[in-house]
């Protein structure tokens, strides 16, 4: 069982990056592949989750966010698929207010999450998730500022990758697209926003 892999990030793609640790490449699946940067030499924190035919490694920027996957996906309707996609946006203090207080309409915004689910998230995890150290959310320390304008398309592949209707994206992709150029980890945070208002 890993616990973190720590080397140089050689590929960021929409829902994945490649973590090269000593000349072994490691394919991590991660909520928000855009908080990383290519050439950056980071410490991703490691879950390993092993089925019959797969072993998949997905990544998250510290123990905290890692707890609160773990806690998702022992939720019974929650994959690692979609606690990924309920964790794509850094800071994490909506969704632990949604549980919280008991705002199950909140949770039905995330893709994958119905009335049903939402509803077990906030009894399973109501509890439990204000025990979790929510520290700081260091990624901007890992996000280099990139004026390329293919940030924005990086970005709204990324919410597809996630699992939002493509039309849904394409609404969203109106109103980001009059944002002045930023990176795509900012688009990506921002159009998370949009489509979970």
Do not use: C, W
């Not at 998949?56 to 773990?70: C, P, R």
């Not at 893709?111 to 009894?123: E, M, W, Y």
């Amino acid at each position: 069982m890993y616990e973190y892999l720590e080397g140089k990030i050689t590929i960021v793609t929409p829902s994945y990056i490649v973590v090269d640790v000593q000349g072994v490449g490691y394919r991590v699946l991660t909520a928000n592949p855009y908080r990383y940067t290519e050439d950056s030499v980071v410490r991703v924190y490691i879950y390993q989750a092993v089925r019959e035919t797969e072993l998949t490694l997905f990544g998250f920027v510290d123990q905290a966010e890692k707890q609160l996957f773990e806690q998702l996906i022992n939720v019974s309707g929650i994959g690692p698929k979609s606690a990924l996609a309920i964790l794509a946006n850094a800071d994490h203090s909506g969704l632990i207010n949604a549980i919280a207080n008991d705002d199950a309409a909140y949770l039905t915004k995330f893709p994958g999450v119905g009335k049903k689910t939402a509803g077990q998230i906030v009894l399973d995890l109501k509890d439990k998730i204000l025990q979790l150290d929510t520290g700081s959310q260091n990624s901007s320390e890992i996000v280099k500022v990139s004026n390329d304008i293919l940030a924005l398309s990086d970005a709204l592949s990324a919410l597809e990758s996630l699992g939002y209707r493509a039309k849904d994206v394409e609404k969203v992709a109106k109103k980001l697209r009059e944002i002045p150029e930023t990176t795509t980890d900012d688009y990506l945070r921002q159009g998370l926003t949009l489509l979970t208002k």
